[in-house]
T-cell receptor
Framework: QQQVKQSPQSLIVQKGGISIINCAYE??????FPWYQQFPGKGPALLIA?????SEKKEGRFTISFNKSAKQFSLHIMDSQPGDSATYFC?????????????FGAGTILRVKS | GAGVSQSPRYKVAKRGQDVALRCDPI?????LFWYQQALGQGPEFLTY????????KSGLPSDRFFAERPEGSVSTLKIQRTQQEDSAVYLC????????????????FGQGTRLTVV
């Protein structure tokens, strides 16, 4: 019940295209949904995040769409660029009385072809 | 420092050897987390500190894993009698806030320590 399922495993997009990555969860106690970008040899870096009371959040070329009833959320990268090639992780935050922890999806390897 | 610093970046250990991985969080950050990232997988939660108190160690895979943060800043993850299945990248993250109900602050990750057990 604490899993976050992410798809696809890998994605190839042409430069200028739209990259779409999807995630689904079961635990309704999750209260915050960040997306992380990870380049080889680096740690994950926060890209954009959303709370479940909002259906969409946009920051530059990155948009999160959130469907609370379906327990699904997705990342859209508009006008994808070769520099966007990285591994993307969705995550869900589980808040507890003493602290919190992030539950991550398995990741999507994005390659943007120039 | 400017970010979360982890050392060493790479560690090769012979099976059965003990290892210690260090994390220097961002100065002043209250919360500190350790995650384990297996090859091709997302990070998995290991343990959480609020200052020097280890409040959650539910993700530690066995009693061979031990973490400490004695003065509420630097943290060490120790793995005793390493096994091949311990091979992974160990990520440390810190956040400014006292993480808890209704409080979410961004977690900043270090570059990780890649542990290879041979």
């Amino acid at each position: 019940q604490q899993q976050v399922k992410q798809s696809p495993q890998s994605l190839i997009v042409q430069k200028g295209g739209i990259s779409i990555i999807n995630c689904a969860y079961e635990n309704t106690a999750f209260d915050y949904f960040p997306w992380y970008q990870q380049f080889p040899g680096k740690g994950p870096a926060l890209l954009i995040a959303i709370r479940p009371d909002v259906s969409e959040k946009k920051e530059g070329r990155f948009t999160i769409s959130f469907n609370k009833s379906a327990k699904q959320f997705s990342l859209h990268i508009m006008d994808s660029q070769p520099g966007d090639s990285a591994t993307y992780f969705c995550a869900a935050n589980l808040d507890m009385e003493y602290g919190n922890k992030l539950v991550f999806g398995a990741g999507t390897i994005l390659r943007v072809k120039s | 420092g400017a970010g979360v610093s982890q050392s060493p970046r790479y560690k090769v250990a012979k099976r059965g050897q003990d290892v210690a991985l260090r994390c220097d969080p961002i100065s002043g950050h209250v919360s500190l987390f350790w995650y384990q990232q297996a090859l091709g997988q997302g990070p998995e939660f290991l343990t959480y500190f609020q200052n020097e108190a280890q409040l959650d160690k539910s993700g530690l895979p066995s009693d061979r894993f031990f973490a400490e943060r004695p003065e509420g800043s630097v943290s060490t993850l120790k793995i005793q009698r390493t096994q091949q299945e311990d091979s992974a990248v160990y990520l440390c993250a810190s956040s400014l806030g006292r993480a808890g109900k209704g409080v979410n602050t961004e977690a900043f990750f270090g570059q990780g320590t890649r542990l290879t057990v041979v």
